[in-house]
């Protein structure tokens, strides 16, 4: 009898560690789900910003660009020249506009986070802060790059596409399957990690010295936060490229 509850008490406390959470979270119940409320906050918060920065600045477009049309344009170049870059000068255009709301959506979230005082909302459980630092949005974010960049490459060269697994030999078969699972993980740890140690960072100092000693470290946030967009962006772009060219 011991060794038949063996196995099962050691999946019961496999069961409980799954259940460990990093906090206190704020859920909703939709449709039968559990979700995090504060996640869902944060982020539509982050979306009506940039549809109500997009649609302020070009409500009134102008043959020669002036004041916040000049500086969408300037993105939008911005992010051409990122896809173009990483995917070719032939097959960019269609995915110009999933590269950029990836980077942009990403950028607003970071900086949402190190700018936004959202300590000052309070909530039944837990607290307000960018979307990216929970690793559920990072997760989303990087599946749907590999959803991209499957699609990209089924829709380029059919079932054929699956020939790049058994290249240069069928025995690295195994490890070029292990790596399309570990991009998504990648990317989604890298950015998750970096969004919530920079606000563990600049917490830390503030708690202590909450006048002017953050401050050097808020920018450096920033910063770091910019760069963390920049490079989801450009291997999400990367990743799209080498689907539609081949096993590199």
Not at 62 to 76: A, D, K
């Amino acid at each position: 009898m011991d060794i038949v509850q063996s196995p099962i008490s050691t999946l019961n406390h496999i069961y409980e560690i799954s259940g460990v959470e990093v906090g206190q979270h704020f859920y909703w119940q939709i449709g039968g789900f559990q979700v995090h409320a504060q996640v869902l906050i944060t982020s539509w918060v982050v979306i009506a910003v940039l549809s109500g920065s997009a649609t302020i600045a070009v409500r009134d477009p102008q043959t020669i660009p002036t004041g916040g049309q000049n500086f969408v344009e300037y993105i939008l170049e911005f992010l051409r020249d990122l896809a173009r870059t990483q995917i070719g000068e032939e097959e960019y255009g269609p995915w110009v506009s999933f590269i950029g709301t990836m980077f942009l959506f990403i950028f607003v979230s970071n900086w949402s986070g190190a700018l936004l005082p959202w300590g000052i909302i309070k909530l039944p459980h837990g607290e307000l802060a960018a979307p990216t630092n929970d690793i559920n949005t990072t997760v989303a974010l990087a599946s749907l790059t590999s959803v991209a960049y499957f699609y990209a490459g089924l829709a380029k060269k059919g079932l054929g596409y699956f020939g790049k697994y058994i290249q240069p030999t069928p025995i690295l078969l195994p490890i070029n399957i292990l790596e399309d699972f570990t991009k998504p993980l990648s990317l989604s740890f890298r950015l998750s990690g970096n969004i919530l140690a920079d606000e563990l960072v600049v917490a830390v100092p503030v708690s202590l010295v909450p006048l002017v000693v953050p401050i050097p470290v808020m920018f450096l946030g920033l910063f770091t936060s910019g760069i963390q967009a920049l490079i989801f962006a450009t291997l999400a772009a990367a990743y799209i490229g080498e689907s539609m060219e081949g096993h590199h």
